[in-house]
């Protein structure tokens, strides 16, 4: 079986680095690769079709994003790094959860980390998710109604989605929802990649009274490939730092509220 150091050490110096810098800015244009190494877009794009083939990165209309391969790549360290991070931003998120809420919790790391957190509470929460992880987390809590939807798991995260999960998702009303995302567009707007689990998130936030944001201080300075929801739509956004200035004041304008754990 091929490892992943093997594929990399057989892609060329280019290649190499093109996944280097997806895996870092979680998604890159044609137009930008091709300036940032000074060839034309079609020998960028024939790259990215190679390197799509191969699972180490994911190729998108007009560009490329990361693949599960690109993730495992620096799980590890990357798990390690951010691992005390995402437990203040759960620990932090979980109590703004007030007595007998009924909450979506959406698929992703930071979220399991929120749904950590509420384990142990007596405050007769009813938890709602899309996560077959999540729903690990929390199963067996005798103070907590836990909700899992149905639909079609998608990843090895455990993420359910379809129309199935988003017509259960629709037919609920729920006080808050908490979102995961992989970056933000220039006018402060939440992004993320996947069609179908954005679809999934929209459908929460659209039946949440609020929608809470959660996500370590790296997806600050990321783009990812469609919009999840406007600043303005959301009422607080919890993670480990404080967003770049240039973000810090399109949030204030918007009415984001950020809280930094």
């Keep these: 079986m091929t490892t992943d150091a093997e594929l990399l050490s057989e892609l060329t110096q280019r290649q190499a680095d093109i996944v280097g810098i997806v895996g870092e800015r979680g998604y890159a244009t044609l137009e930008a690769l091709a300036g940032r190494f000074n060839v034309s877009m079609q020998s960028v794009r024939r790259d990215i079709i190679q390197l799509d083939r191969l699972g180490l990165i994911q190729r998108f209309h007009g560009g490329a994003g990361p693949s599960d391969s690109t993730i495992r790549l620096g799980y590890h360290e990357k798990r390690s790094r951010s691992a005390e991070a995402k437990a203040r931003i759960g620990k932090a998120a979980a109590a703004m959860v007030p007595v007998g809420a009924a909450i979506f919790l959406d698929v992703g790391t930071t979220v399991e980390a929120v749904a950590e957190n509420l384990r142990g509470r007596r405050a007769g929460i009813r938890v709602f998710t899309s996560s077959l992880a999540t729903g690990m987390i929390l199963a067996g809590e005798p103070d907590l109604e836990l909700h899992i939807f149905g639909g079609i798991s ?83 956004l919890v993670s480990d730092g404080p967003p ?18």
């Excluded at 999840?228 to 959301?234: E, I, K």
């Excluded at 973000?247 to 754990?261: C, P």
Aim: proline share 4%; hydrophobic share 45%; net charge negative.
């Design 154 to 236: 998608r990843g090895p995260d455990g993420s359910l989605t379809g129309p199935a999960t988003v017509a259960g998702i629709l037919s609920i009303r729920f006080d808050l929802a908490f979102i995961g995302y992989s970056g933000f567009d220039d006018d402060g707007t939440v992004m993320d990649y996947d069609l179908d689990k954005i679809a999934v998130k929209k459908a929460a936030i659209q039946r949440a009274d609020s929608t809470i944001l959660v996500g370590d201080k790296s997806k600050f300075d990321r783009h990812a490939i469609a919009h999840v929801v406007a600043p303005q739509a959301a009422s607080r």
């Design 244 to 261: 770049p200035a240039q973000l810090a004041e399109i949030f204030v304008s918007s009415g984001l509220e950020v809280v930094v754990a």
